[in-house]
């Protein structure tokens, strides 16, 4: 069983900065595509961002473009999600998300991402 770790989630104010982090213990980073998903209380989990495995394509949903920047070290074994301008409608549990394979696109379906972290509670206040 492949356990994602994430860290970074916290209460931030409104127009400030958080970053995630999430790596895959003991196992070959850079066949991994990442993606980060979150879910607020009473919705749907959605995607907010994703990369491919070697960090060439990235994608966001149209909410957090702008503000937020997924990116990955391979060699340290780590995927980021950087969040600026952070609003309250962000408040979610952020979970990581991996796809195993040199996939050259990002998928936003999370049924395509067979392994998950625990997710990290982002609280932004107003």
């Known amino acids: 069983q492949v356990q994602l770790v994430e860290s970074g989630g916290g209460l931030v104010q409104a127009g400030g900065s958080l970053r995630l982090s999430c790596t895959i213990p003991?196992?070959?980073?850079?066949?991994?595509?990442m993606g980060w998903f979150r879910q607020a209380p009473g919705k749907e989990r959605e995607f907010v961002a994703g990369i491919t495995w070697s960090g060439g394509i990235t994608d966001y949903t149209d909410s957090v473009k702008g503000r937020f920047t997924i990116s990955r070290d391979n060699a340290k074994n780590m995927v980021y999600l950087q969040m600026n301008s952070l609003k309250p409608g962000d408040t979610a549990v952020y979970s990581c998300?991996?796809?195993?394979?040199?996939?050259?696109?990002?998928?936003?379906?999370?049924?395509?991402?067979?392994?998950w972290g625990q997710g990290t509670q982002v609280t932004v206040s107003s």
């Open positions: 998300a991996a796809r195993r394979g040199t996939w050259s696109s990002v998928s936003s379906r999370a049924y395509d991402y067979s392994y």
């Open positions: 003991g196992r070959a980073f850079g066949n991994y595509a």
